[in-house]
């Protein structure tokens, strides 16, 4: 056998619940240890891969060496659908006929569509509350379920509603709340869950995060110019969603364990009492994202969509003009190798300062306002790569100096805080499109 960390956290308001650690809190206040705390399916033992090894982390247990290659494909199909969700809001209104302007109903599909960031907002921490008496790896699966509603929800209102008339904005708003509770639920409970499978495991879990994201960005957009309603492509993505339930359920569901499993909502909320014992190791990180996806929401393509929206961008600087769809695709190209490789790069090596990371954020706001096209291209190169960066190495931070029994509550937290950005971000896309407009044009 390997190693086992006894660990201590701060007094449990409710006496009789067990840590991981498998020390319990006492009627008294004191802590004693369990007699059954070594048979607990929550201990893991310590493995050579263990992020903690490679900086004095406090988890050193982790799960056996295997590999788990296949949560790249459980990952994908849920970020494909929250890039449906995020990129391709322009061509649904263009489906719905909604104006680009600051008219009443252009302004209330701006809300629809930020249903997608609020809802994953309130979700982040709700999970904890609306689903309670679930597992990590039972809300994984509702996740799932509601990223695929929301895929066929939207399927219908193209197909089925709009060639008969006027689609109620009711539809809209309902498509992007349930991608909001799916991807907003699904990213803290995946990456809680696989904890015990060890970093390689996660490694390709967060490594399947961009590469969803541009199958829909990029692949979306150029089967968008070689004629294919969009229609198809949230039906691609549902089905590719059930694939992912079938992978989770048949090659990882048994070997995730049931992780943190709480049985009432108080129990969650002494864990937001204890934030002594977490918070601290996240605060920085936490900063860094809320920074890092305001800029995320409002360049990936985001404002871009509506800042650049003739048929054709000219290149002054070298003489020629590109369309906007191939445009966008190079675009959405360089958002996906700054993202992919920054993930690549930065997660095996030591915990840099989060906010460092800062500077290619304001690098690329900049590129992407300046209204110079030719630098278009390095907006989504350094928004991308600031938001690697910060994403790998902040779940390196947590699974190495958070305790493990409040793994779920610190990666709840840290997107919670990280979805603050988005939500102000996306709200703001259509004010700053029209500004920027009036500005330059």
């Known amino acids: ?58 988890n050193s247990t982790t799960a056996p060496e295997k590999v788990y290659r296949e949560a790249f494909f459980v990952v994908l199909p849920l970020f494909s ?26 302004h209330l599909y701006g809300v629809a569509v930020s249903l997608v960031y609020i809802g994953n907002f309130v979700f982040r921490l709700g999970h904890n509350i609306i689903f309670s008496p679930f597992s ?26 709009q060639p008969r ?55 979306g957009f150029l089967v968008l110019q070689a004629g294919v309603f969009c229609g198809y492509i949230y039906i691609a993505t549902a089905v590719s969603i ?27 909320f002494h864990e937001l009492k204890c934030w002594r014992e977490w918070f601290p190791a996240i605060k920085w990180h936490s900063l860094a994202l809320l920074v890092d996806m ?38 959405n190209a360089c958002f996906f190798i700054g993202d992919f490789f920054s993930r690549r790069i930065m997660y095996p090596i030591r915990i840099l300062f989060p906010l460092l990371f800062w500077l290619f954020s304001v690098a690329g706001v900049v590129a992407g306002l300046c209204n110079v096209s030719e630098l278009i291209p390095l907006c989504a190169l350094f928004v991308a790569f600031a938001n ?12 190495s100096k958070v305790p493990r029994q409040f793994n779920l509550t610190a990666f709840s937290f840290w997107l919670f805080i990280g979805d603050m950005g988005s939500v102000i971000g996306s709200n703001m896309i259509s004010y700053v499109a029209v500004y920027f407009n009036q500005v330059y044009h």
Not at 141 to 161: C, D, E, N, Q
Not at 302 to 317: E, K, M, R
Not at 388 to 396: D, E, H, K, L, N
Request: net charge neutral.
């Open 294 to 331: 305001f800029c995320v929401s409002m360049f990936s393509p985001g404002v871009i969509l509506y800042i650049y929206n003739q048929p054709t961008i000219d290149f002054p600087a070298f003489h020629g003009s590109l369309k906007k769809d191939y445009l966008i695709a190079i675009y």
């Open 242 to 268: 059930i694939g992912g339930v079938v992978t989770f359920l048949v090659r990882m569901y048994r070997d995730c364990g049931p992780g943190i499993v709480r049985t009432s909502v108080p129990e969650f």
């Open 81 to 106: 659908g929250y890039a449906c969700l995020f990129s391709l809001q322009h061509e649904m209104k263009s489906v719905l006929g909604l104006p680009d302007n600051n008219s009443g109903p252009s």
């Open 1 to 58: 056998g390997g190693l086992i960390a006894v660990g201590r956290t701060c007094a449990s308001a409710h006496p009789g619940v067990h840590s991981e650690s498998g020390v319990m809190a006492s009627k008294s206040g004191k802590w004693e240890e369990s007699p059954e705390w070594e048979k607990s399916p929550l201990l893991y033992q310590k493995s050579p891969d263990d992020p903690s090894d490679l900086e004095t982390g406090i």
């Open 388 to 399: 690697g960066c910060i994403y790998a190495q902040a779940t390196r931070q947590i699974d």
């Open 136 to 161: 990590p790896r039972i809300r994984v699966l509702i996740a799932m379920g509601s990223m695929f509603t929301s895929m066929v929800l939207l399927s219908i209102i193209v197909f089925v509603l």
């Open 165 to 219: 008339g006027p689609v109620s904005m009711v539809w809209v708003f309902f498509a992007y709340g349930f991608g909001g509770l799916g991807i907003g639920t699904f990213e803290s409970n995946l990456l809680s869950s696989i904890t015990p499978l060890g970093k390689r495991t996660k490694f390709w879990a967060i490594l399947a995060i961009p590469v969803g994201v541009t199958g829909i960005t990029i692949g």
